[in-house]
């Protein structure tokens, strides 16, 4: 099984506008990154329009749960070497260039070439909510393909990290998430 990174993608259509997406990048081979949107999206049509990303690395999880729940208006910044932005926040950056298509019905994989990398901030470390964020924002991408007996299990041990080891940050990104997921159980029990 291949290493998998999660991060935040940004392209950019043929009229320049950006896009963000939270996304796992895949550990390619000879240390490029494989980028394998699902069909239909936005970073698969921006990227067959202009063959750029980026990899925006940020220990900020609200911008993976506002990303996923409708909160996209984050400060960017023009890449280095590349068309397109970076997160004006990130602790660091890599800048991608497609150098080859593996078409899928279901979920392209862009095999990119590092152009550029940079560093902006130190890491300072992971704490468990932030994890918990991470996962739970995977979940909510998931929603309708999951068993709620599997989201409930799940959720119910996330919340432990959350309750534990939250500051600021990750409670802003929880809360976000858990709109969505409430909105979703009262789909559910709408029936």
């Known amino acids: 099984m291949p290493r998998i990174v999660e991060t935040i993608v940004t392209t950019t259509d043929a009229a320049g506008h950006p896009h963000i997406a939270p996304l796992g990048l895949i550990e390619g081979e000879g240390g490029g990154w494989i980028v394998a949107p699902f069909r239909p999206s936005r970073t698969l049509d921006n990227l067959m329009a202009v063959p750029f990303a980026v990899a925006s690395h940020t220990d900020d999880v609200r911008v993976f749960a506002g990303s996923i729940t409708g909160r996209r208006d984050w400060p960017l910044i023009a890449a280095d070497k590349v068309k397109g932005v970076r997160l004006a926040?990130?602790?660091s950056h890599s800048e991608l260039k497609v150098q080859r298509l593996d078409d899928d019905e279901k979920r392209p994989r862009f095999h990119c070439a590092i152009v550029h990398q940079a560093t902006h901030a130190p890491f300072e470390g992971f704490n468990r909510a932030q994890a918990a964020v991470l996962e739970c924002a995977v979940l909510v991408t998931r929603l309708d393909?999951?068993?709620?007996?599997?989201?409930?299990a799940e959720l119910k041990y996330l919340e432990i990290a959350i309750g534990k080891t939250a500051g600021e940050?990750?409670?802003?990104a929880w809360a976000w998430l858990m709109e969505r997921i409430s909105a979703w159980r009262a789909e559910r029990a709408a029936g």
């Open 169 to 172: 940050r990750e409670l802003v």
């Open 89 to 91: 926040e990130a602790l």
């Open 145 to 152: 393909m999951l068993p709620a007996e599997k989201v409930e």
